[in-house]
């Protein structure tokens, strides 16, 4: 496996963390801009993407339901600490250009 450069790496790491703010919009305008240029950078987004399609859709379910039940509300926070955590380990790894999957279900294939 060829390894990246430290400019390709950062610039990838960037869209992990940046993906905090912009959700799944970032991965996939990464990925629609990338997927027939670059496949690291494809790569990256699809895994944002799976991150982001997998928690998004339980996020808005619990914040649905916690209207009804104010308890639930704490496992909504609970998950975007889960998320940011993951994202974070994801810079770090992009960083060292190690492989990172997220543990979250496969909606892409890398």
């Known amino acids: 496996m060829k ?3 430290l400019l390709n790496r950062g610039v990838a790491s960037l869209m992990h ?4 703010v912009f959700t799944f919009v970032l991965p996939v305008l ?6 027939n240029r670059n ?6 987004a699809k895994e944002g993407m799976n ?3 997998t ?10 339901v916690s209207l009804k039940w ?7 926070y609970g998950l975007i600490i889960l ?9 770090v790894y992009t960083l060292k250009g190690k492989k990172f999957s997220y543990p979250v279900i496969r909606y892409f294939k890398v």
């Open 3 to 5: 390894r990246e450069s």
């Open 17 to 20: 963390l940046f993906s905090l």
């Open 30 to 35: 990464v990925y629609l801009g990338t997927k």
């Open 39 to 44: 496949k690291y950078f494809a790569e990256h």
């Open 51 to 53: 991150l982001h399609f």
């Open 55 to 64: 928690f998004f859709p339980i996020f808005l379910i619990l914040n649905l």
């Open 70 to 76: 104010s308890v639930v509300s704490a496992f909504s």
């Open 83 to 91: 998320e940011t955590i993951l994202i974070l380990i994801a810079v």
